[in-house]
């Protein structure tokens, strides 16, 4: 019994599947099946104790305060669905190191409330990050239209004072506003005023519509970005924040509806996903304590490539949080793992060649041949495969040349040696 278990172990790369509610441990990588199990954002386990954890991913369905197409309220269980394709991987191209291993997330699920009581859904929606935020957990929400970020704000202002907003958005959501009405385009006005976020050590990226007032907040346009360049882009906003408490919301429509169309307000000539993932590795040294990413409306995707994009970047403010936490016990001794791993590869590559030549030299001395490696001759003019030979051909013969020029290389320097 025993030995047929680790049998069954033994010959799958994936675990048991299911991390999402299997999963023991709030850290690490668990290598799942991407199109099957439970799909939680980034394979991480649904969990409403947080003791253990330093960020929660919270889903926020919603998206009664939309100005143009709703379907905002699906972006939570899309983003999650697309998350499951790159939670194999243990770190986000380009960083350097594993973010699930250096801090300990968990999914929160979704906030729970009442679409038959609309006035009550901001005041729930603040009273969980409240709740949340009370337990030291940070928070990753997956919207959601875009409104749900100044309750979402108002929870973490009552925690941290007056935070610096990076905002991502093709969007100012500053919009004049009279004083009892509030949707997804003018959160940000109604932010400000309740001094929530300070507009001056704020920035506003990749606006590509008109209004005539800033509110102070710093706008670097989608032109901006184009003409002088992510990266310098970033290194200013970095600049502007400085080490403030800040927190950063990435509505989706800011990428090009090119790259992401499935949203409710496209607006064209907006940043590439490259452009948007140099910005946010660029941002590398701020002092994150909260983030978003909204305006997914699966509705009117294509190819899953809006709710994909959301994940990555989630995946990458996660990686912008974790920065700021020391290196944990965990990744040292993967490291560890990994090096060992590497030795024995490279120990057991050396030995089978050493043997290979061993035997190579037996059959020549066998046969007659001199082992002496034969003097360097002219090389051959590579012929061009006809057009009738196959694909499979070609590499075979490539494959030939390639080992053949390793062994001259290996024969070479063995009579360096000698
Ligand atoms: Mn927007």
């Known amino acids: 019994m025993a030995t047929k278990r680790k049998a069954a172990k033994s010959t799958s790369p994936f675990g048991r599947g299911d991390a999402a509610f299997l999963r023991q441990d709030l850290r690490g990588i668990a290598p799942e099946i991407a199109y099957a199990g439970a799909t939680s954002f980034l394979r991480r386990r649904y969990s409403r104790d947080l003791s253990e954890a330093d960020l929660a991913v919270v889903g926020v369905p919603y998206d009664l305060a939309t100005t143009n197409r709703s379907g905002a309220r699906l972006g939570p269980r899309a983003i999650r669905a697309a998350s499951a394709m790159i939670a194999c991987w243990t770190r986000i191209y380009p960083w350097d190191f594993d973010p699930m291993l250096r801090i300990a997330v968990a999914d929160w699920g979704d906030v729970a409330f009442d679409h038959g009581l609309p006035d009550k859904i901001p005041d729930t929606i603040t009273q969980t990050f409240r709740e949340i935020l009370a337990s030291d957990t940070a928070t990753l929400a997956l919207g959601g239209d875009h409104f749900m970020t100044y309750p979402i704000l108002r929870a973490y202002a009552e925690k941290y004072g007056a935070l610096s907003l990076i905002h991502f958005d093709a969007h100012s959501d500053t919009w004049r506003d009279s004083h009892n009405r509030i949707d997804h385009g003018t959160m940000f006005f109604h932010a400000a005023r309740a001094g929530l976020v300070v507009p001056e050590r704020s920035a506003q990226i990749g606006l590509r519509t008109y209004n005539p007032e800033s509110h102070g907040f710093n706008i670097f346009d989608a032109r901006t970005v184009k003409q002088r360049g992510a990266k310098v882009v970033a290194r200013e906003v970095r600049k502007l924040v400085g080490q403030n408490k800040c927190y950063l ?80 016990e965990r990744e040292k001794s993967r490291a560890r793992h990994l090096a060992r791993a590497s030795a024995k590869a490279s120990r057991g590559k050396k030995s089978a060649t050493k043997r290979s030549i061993k035997t190579k030299r037996k059959t020549r001395v066998q046969s007659g041949v001199q082992s002496k490696p034969k003097p360097k001759t002219k090389p051959k003019t590579k012929t061009k495969p006809k057009a009738k030979t196959k694909a499979k051909a070609k590499t075979k013969s490539k494959a030939k040349a390639k080992a053949k020029t390793k062994a001259k290389a290996k024969a070479k320097s063995k009579t360096r040696k000698s």
């Open 249 to 328: 919301t990435f509505d989706i429509d800011c990428l090009d509806p090119a790259y992401a169309p499935g949203t409710g307000t496209p607006e064209m000539g907006g940043l590439t996903s490259y452009e948007a993932q140099e910005l946010l590795y660029g941002l590398r040294g701020i002092n994150l304590v909260g983030a978003d990413v909204v305006e997914v409306a699966p509705p009117f995707d294509q190819a899953e490539i809006t709710a994909l994009a959301a994940a990555t970047i989630g995946f990458m403010q996660i990686s912008l949080f974790a920065e700021n936490f020391p290196m944990h």
